[in-house]
């Protein structure tokens, strides 16, 4: 049972920072690829940024220069540095992760930039 269990959540002013982690419960090199999608109320899922096991990274146009992230293979997490954060930024972050050409999504967690 492959499971994704997210943290780091939470409630930033603007002009702040999080940083989200996704930890897998199978090794990383298992994995194609991991990245994050957020949802925010009443607006469709979309891509915020995904990185393969290659190292190749992918951002939405609405976080590049803000948003960084990263993999540490050593503990089969995935990190999305989040800088500079701002009110529409607001919404559930989803970890995602391709294995062995199946899609699995984690829980779910809130953020919200508000002052």
């Known amino acids: 049972q492959v499971q994704l269990v997210e943290s780091g959540g939470g409630l930033v002013q603007p002009g702040g920072s999080l940083r989200l982690s996704c930890a897998a419960s199978v090794s990383i090199f298992s994995i194609n690829t991991m990245g994050w999608y957020r949802q925010a109320p009443g607006k469709q899922r979309e891509l915020v940024a995904t990185?393969?096991?290659?190292?190749?990274?992918n951002y939405a146009d609405s976080v590049k220069g803000r948003f960084t992230i990263s993999i540490d293979n050593a503990k089969n997490t995935v990190y999305l540095q989040m800088d500079r954060l701002k009110p529409e930024d607001t919404a559930v972050y989803y970890c995602?992760?391709?294995?062995?050409?199946?899609?699995?999504w984690g829980q779910g967690t809130q953020v919200t930039v508000s002052s």
């Open positions: 995602h992760a391709v294995i062995r050409g199946h899609d699995y």
């Open positions: 990185v393969t096991i290659g190292g190749s990274r």
